[in-house]
């Protein structure tokens, strides 16, 4: 069903582009959503405000783990604001969140982090009868630092990009098209529900406007790009059998092929 994306993991890690800084915009930090992140004795502690009030109630009473995430002192590593950051964990807890109070009070002393993630943690439901395993569900992502909000405002943008590739893909299948289907084709298929937010690219190199996600396709060439909070245009294309991308230290994604 998505053979359309085979190889596409190895590509975009071994084809993806220099990445270069863009925090020109300073990035917001130490909140997102409602949720703040502050220290008491020294120690992370996780403050729902009433504005997240209706995102705490997803995890009141149930098992959670935060994880905060520092500068990476090893590759492979991905570019956020001036230093290289990494996905493992250097500092985290997993506790039983609070019925009442919205404060996540982890006991974490680390320091020198980027950002943190809030999960609610894995667990075993019995339904019709049968145990199954649910898995982790991220609740929020917070930045610490303007090196922890470049690499997820990036990271959030570019799964959004092989989203649509994955998307345009099956619309490929479905309606027997030879080659990436057209921006009119996916507007027709569902697309059109996004409105400003999907638009169409005069050209491989053209650059959409803040807040939407450009998509371009000509037969076997097909590029999506979306631009960063700070300006930085975020890309993923493929011409012919040549893929490059500047966004592959953020996506992990099943292989495929890139070619429909």
């Known amino acids: 069903m998505l053979k359309a994306l085979t190889g596409i993991a190895v590509a975009l890690v071994l084809l993806v582009a220099p990445s270069t800084a863009a925090a020109q915009t300073a990035l917001p930090v130490g909140e997102a959503h409602g949720v703040r992140i502050v220290r008491e004795r020294g120690a992370i502690v996780v403050v729902f405000t009433q504005r997240a009030a209706k995102l705490y109630e997803r995890i009141a009473g149930r098992s959670v783990s935060v994880y905060c995430t520092g500068p990476a002192d090893h590759p492979p590593a991905t570019t956020g604001g001036d230093r290289a950051i990494s996905e493992e ?70 799964r959004g990009l092989v989203r649509v590739l994955i998307a345009a893909s099956l619309v490929t299948e479905q309606e027997h098209v030879v080659g990436w289907p057209t921006y009119d084709l996916l507007l027709e298929s569902g697309f059109r529900k996004l409105g400003k937010r999907f638009v169409s690219l005069a050209s491989p190199t053209d650059t959409p406007p803040a807040g939407a996600i450009g998509y371009y396709s000509h037969g076997r060439d097909v590029t999506v790009a979306v631009l960063s909070r700070t300006g930085r245009r975020l890309f993923i294309s493929s011409t012919g059998d040549v893929l490059s991308t500047n966004v592959g230290s953020y996506v992990y994604i099943l292989s495929g092929r890139i070619t429909p």
């Open 89 to 158: 964990a250097s500092g985290g807890v997993t506790m039983r969140a609070p019925k009442r109070g919205r404060r996540l009070v982890t006991g974490d002393l680390t320091r020198g982090m980027d950002y943190c993630r809030v999960w609610l943690a894995a667990r075993t439901v019995r339904r019709n009868g049968e145990r199954r395993r649910i898995r982790p569900r991220l609740i929020v992502s917070v930045p610490l630092t303007q090196a922890g909000a470049v690499f997820l405002d990036e990271q959030s943008k570019a």
